[in-house]
């Protein structure tokens, strides 16, 4: 059983500066894509940054130029790190990794339990 889970959110100043992680544990066959999302209270669970197997990258808008997501393969974790902090990134953020956990299973998609970062004005 594929399960991811997050660390590195907490409390910052805006303008500073956070590293998430998402680690994998359990087996699995091949990722298809990989993504960091989030969701602020009362608000729908937004896209923030993809990453591919191919190891393309996108990102949101609002965090272009700020934010980076990367992977360790060796470590199978996923990094988001995330600079120049606004109030507005405040969110519960989410690991999400669409994979297949073996050869003959379908791909699905696999979240972490999330976590929260803060950023005060």
């Known amino acids: 059983q594929v399960q991811l889970v997050e660390s590195g959110g907490g409390l910052v100043q805006a303008g500073g500066s956070l590293r998430l992680s998402c680690a994998a544990s359990g087996s699995i066959f091949r990722i298809n894509a990989m993504g960091w999302y989030r969701q602020a209270p009362g608000q729908q669970r937004e896209l923030v940054a993809g990453?591919?197997?191919?190891?393309?990258?996108s990102y949101a808008d609002s965090v272009k130029g700020r934010f980076t997501i990367s992977r360790d393969n060796v470590k199978n974790t996923m990094y988001l790190e995330m600079n120049s902090l606004k109030p507005e990134d405040t969110a519960v953020y989410y690991c999400?990794?669409?994979?297949?956990?073996?050869?003959?299973?379908?791909?699905?998609?696999?979240w972490g339990q999330g976590t929260q970062v803060t950023v005060s004005s």
């Open positions: 990453l591919t197997s191919g190891g393309s990258t």
């Open positions: 999400n990794w669409n994979a297949y956990a073996d050869r003959y299973s379908r791909s699905r998609d696999y």
